[in-house]
């Protein structure tokens, strides 16, 4: 599918490119294709629990949803953590549980991951709203608060959009 979308695409301009190669990934995605493990709660929750862990500790995670198929995450490394070395810890422990769980072997997560760098206070509230309203858009449920493995659950609505969760370590 990748491969035949750059060949599809090859003539546009390579920022043209990314953003329609992106816009067709999401839509893939959202269709739910793929194995699609984590329609299972036990394994959308095992996922939930690892982005929660390190959070306050290695990084700042600002918002999140589990999909039946991927994970949408924003976060702000700390100082001597690197993005990679975060996403490496989630997927290694994850895989590694999923695995049992299912009873099977082998890759579990894409090897790459897309990642892009938030410009500003706007751009930050559109990458929260895009991240928590993902299950609403893929018609999984009507309102972000429905999806059960997203920030969006946990936010509360009466301090001005703070996380209900816990003080930060």
């Not at 490496?88 to 590694?96: E, G, Q, T």
Request: one cysteine or more.
């Amino acid at each position: 599918m990748l491969d035949r979308w750059e060949l599809e695409l090859a003539h546009l301009e390579e920022k043209e490119m990314e953003t329609e190669r992106r816009r067709r990934i999401e839509a893939y995605l959202d269709k739910g294709t793929g194995a699609a493990w984590l329609k299972r709660a036990e394994l959308a929750h095992l996922v939930e629990q690892a982005l929660l862990f390190f959070d306050g500790d290695r990084y700042r995670l600002s918002a999140w949803v589990v999909m039946p198929n991927h994970v949408h995450a924003l976060i702000r490394p700390k100082i001597g953590n690197t993005l990679s070395e975060i996403l490496h810890s989630w997927k290694s422990y994850s895989s590694n549980q999923a695995n049992k769980l299912l009873g099977r072997k082998g890759k579990f997560w894409q090897e790459d991951y897309f990642d892009r760098y938030i410009r500003n206070a706007e751009h930050y509230e559109r990458a929260i709203d895009y991240i928590e309203l993902n299950p609403v858009k893929a018609g999984l449920c009507a309102t972000k608060r429905d999806w059960e493995f997203s920030s969006a659950r946990r936010r509360n609505p009466t301090k001005g959009g703070q996380d209900a969760r816990a003080p930060r370590r």
